[in-house]
């Protein structure tokens, strides 16, 4: 397995693996417990264990990006590990626990594969993938805010408003019983704004596989191009360039480039679409050792006709990862200006790390920093103009952050350079 520079985010804080979304449970719900995918029943020897233990934990102690290991007691966890995996029934609990172990780690994007799920990865598939929504805690619950075309949510009905009321039955919730393996089903009760309750069977699938770049044309005439980017895997690259010439095609007054919900990517995607708007270095990589290795974009055939066309970037809590790097970057050099709520603080690169038993260890083993020094994991992006929809008062039709940036984009001052870099500067380093 090659080692990738920037890997898809696997977890967030409020973000499910490929576009499915869930706050944590509440503090009644008993902590959940690690899920492995069913495999065959069989049980490896104490030394293979040692072995595919003694790998993983060499892996994490001389490449993981934080040298303090973000608090944990390391010395401590390894030991309490050491000595569990040698009473584990079989070869599920041996995963569980190892899946476990890095859980423990904390920094939402390592992840641990058992060797079924690392074969499906393999494959062009994902170890665990969700449902296409994203869910929000508010007052009365847990609420869809969001929901992606063509997911398995959208075709089942959900809308945005909706309240999730169980997953299997389950009120607590417990996020990984929303993952799953591709084309698995899970059984979700949702709640409509008029109080019609329905349980749902949705068959999970991996957001790449059907969520492709989106452009139509808003505003007075057309004359604003939309562009909504819901992910950086695949050959995204060579969609967003088709979807732009096709908005090119007539003369644009600006362009709306929409990362909300966009879990993140891979480093050669967004950085060739970053070069549709830039050219040079747009972020630094620094690794444990402390070494830096500048992420330059890369040219794009669409830049000069892109150039005189005014930008803004819709980010919320779940743009994530390579997402952050791309409305970041584009924010600091002046290039864009940033419309929506912070974006999820979540941008270390991972890499995978093939194990004896044919298990994968995907590992932060390096962080993002912008340019001008900012750390993109400590902070996010800090929107140039905050909009932060209340969806339970908003028809399914209407959505406030996009027409205030056409709004933004209408007005006069949008045509402005300089007034695109007087407003990302009021932005400076530093959390509010």
């Known amino acids: 397995m090659p080692r990738l520079p920037f890997s898809t985010v696997l977890v967030t804080s409020v973000l499910l693996v490929q576009g499915a979304a869930l706050a944590q449970p509440g503090p009644d719900c008993p902590a959940p417990l690690p899920v492995v995918a069913q495999e065959p029943t069989s049980r490896r020897s104490v030394p293979e264990r040692r072995e595919v233990f003694a790998a993983l934990t060499r892996a994490i102690e001389t490449r993981y990006v934080y040298p303090d290991y973000g608090g944990l007691d390391w010395p401590a966890t390894r030991r309490e590990f050491a ?16 899946k476990e172990l890095v859980l423990r780690l904390g920094d939402e994007h390592s992840e641990y594969l058992t060797p079924e799920e690392a074969r499906l990865e393999d494959a062009g598939g994902s170890g665990r993938v969700g449902i296409g929504a994203m869910i929000d805690p508010d007052a009365q619950g847990r609420r869809v805010s969001r929901v992606l075309p063509s997911g398995p949510a959208e075709r089942a009905g959900v809308r945005r408003g909706d309240l999730l009321i169980a997953v299997e039955g389950d009120r607590c919730m417990p996020p990984e019983q929303v993952q799953g393996l591709p084309g698995t089903t899970v059984h979700m009760t ?16 991996a957001a790449q596989d059907r969520y492709h770049p989106v452009a139509r044309r808003l505003g007075q005439g057309g004359r604003i191009g939309y562009l909504e980017l819901q992910t950086f895997t695949g050959n995204v690259a060579d969609e967003v360039q088709l979807r732009l010439e096709e908005l090119l095609g007539t003369a644009l007054n600006g362009l709306i480039v929409d990362l909300r919900a966009n879990a993140g990517g891979f480093a050669p995607q967004v950085r060739r679409v970053l070069g549709q708007f830039v050219t040079g270095a747009v972020a630094r990589r620094v690794g444990r050792d402390g070494s830096a290795q500048e992420m330059v974009a890369i040219d794009g055939a669409l830049r000069d006709r892109l150039e005189a066309v005014p930008l803004v970037l819709l980010i919320d809590h779940a743009s994530a990862s390579a997402a952050e790097l791309f409305a970041g970057s584009l924010q600091q050099r002046g290039r864009a200006r940033v419309v929506g709520t912070r974006s999820a603080a979540n941008t270390e690169g991972v890499s995978a790390y093939d194990l004896p038993d044919g298990s994968r260890l995907w590992l932060a083993d390096m962080d993002l920093y912008l340019l001008d020094g900012r750390r993109l994991g400590e902070c996010g992006v800090q929107p140039d103009l905050e909009v932060d929809p209340d969806w339970t008062r908003i028809g399914s039709d209407q959505d406030p952050v996009i027409l205030r940036a056409v709004e933004l984009l209408e007005s006069p001052a949008s045509a402005d350079g ?4 007087e407003a990302v500067a009021s932005s400076g380093p530093g959390c509010p």
């Open 83 to 98: 000595g569990r995996l040698e009473t584990a029934p079989n070869d599920q609990a041996f995963w569980a626990l190892m």
């Open 190 to 205: 949702f709640r409509s704004p008029d109080g019609r309750e329905r349980s749902l069977p949705l068959v999970r699938e």
């Open 418 to 421: 300089q007034g695109r870099k």
